[in-house]
């Protein structure tokens, strides 16, 4: 596998479930982001690791709880979500260097959520 | 919070035409990255411009960032089905320089 995979790629959950979206990169990134991807709203980060810690949480609400084993995998676990964040959830990595000005992301193929 | 305002939100043309689409912010940014994103698929990075007045050509696309490093615009000559898609400017600040901030995004539909 190459590239930034996720899965599963869709995902269908009730209100008072609890399920985990996975990430794995295989690029020997150092950082590993979490974005939400809404129709007519700009791509929203929501988590941010950097060597497999944590270095930023964009106010998320606490039903969200990412998961950094190590640099190469990040998990997001979902519990009592609402419909509301039914989105499109992006995993993406980066090589954090000297320029970081420099480096773009690479995104996975997303998992696409539905709360119902 | 720096935004990043993308004009047109829509766009649909037919083929063989050419179009731009504008990305424009108050701020400034020490760099600035456009991304194409397909149905079912994450974005992928098509290029990043650092200097102010940069400009490069990617094939039938050309980047511009601009003067102040606060706006950047994407052309397109000759567009074709397969440049349909969304397409997503995204800023680098100076500081925190790791974070990208992203545009809304112009959806682009070319018609054969």
């Known amino acids: 596998e190459t590239g930034v995979t996720q899965t599963p790629r869709h995902l269908v959950m009730g209100m008072t479930n609890k399920k985990s979206l996975k990430c794995e990169q295989h690029l020997g990134h150092n950082a590993m982001y979490w974005y939400k991807q809404s129709a007519k709203k700009p791509l929203e980060l929501m988590f941010v690791?950097?060597?497999?810690?944590?270095?930023e949480n964009n106010s998320v609400p606490s039903r969200f709880s990412p998961e950094c084993p190590n640099s190469s995998h990040l998990f997001l676990h979902l519990h009592t979500l609402q419909p509301e964040d039914s989105a499109l959830y992006l995993c993406?990595?980066?090589?954090?260097?000297?320029?970081?000005?420099?480096?773009?992301?690479?995104f996975g193929s997303g998992t696409r959520l539905t709360v119902v | 919070t720096q935004l990043l305002e993308q004009s047109p939100q829509f766009l649909s043309i037919q083929e063989g035409e050419n179009l731009t689409v504008y990305c424009n912010s108050s701020?400034?940014?020490?760099?600035l990255q456009w991304y194409r994103q397909e149905p079912g698929e994450g974005p992928v990075l098509l290029v990043t411009?650092?200097?102010?007045?940069e400009v490069k050509k990617l094939k039938r696309l050309t980047f511009q960032f601009g003067d102040a490093r606060k706006d950047s615009s994407l052309h397109i000559t000759a567009a074709q089905p397969g440049d349909t898609g969304l397409y997503l400017c995204?800023?680098?600040?100076?500081?925190?320089?790791?974070?990208?901030?992203f545009g809304q995004g112009t959806r682009l539909t070319i018609n054969p």
């Open positions: 993406a990595s980066s090589q954090v260097t000297a320029t970081p000005s420099l480096y773009g992301y690479t």
């Open positions: 701020s400034v940014f020490s760099s």
């Open positions: 690791y950097n060597f497999k810690e944590q270095t």
């Open positions: 411009v650092v200097t102010g007045g």
């Open positions: 995204a800023g680098r600040a100076i500081q925190g320089a790791q974070k990208l901030v």
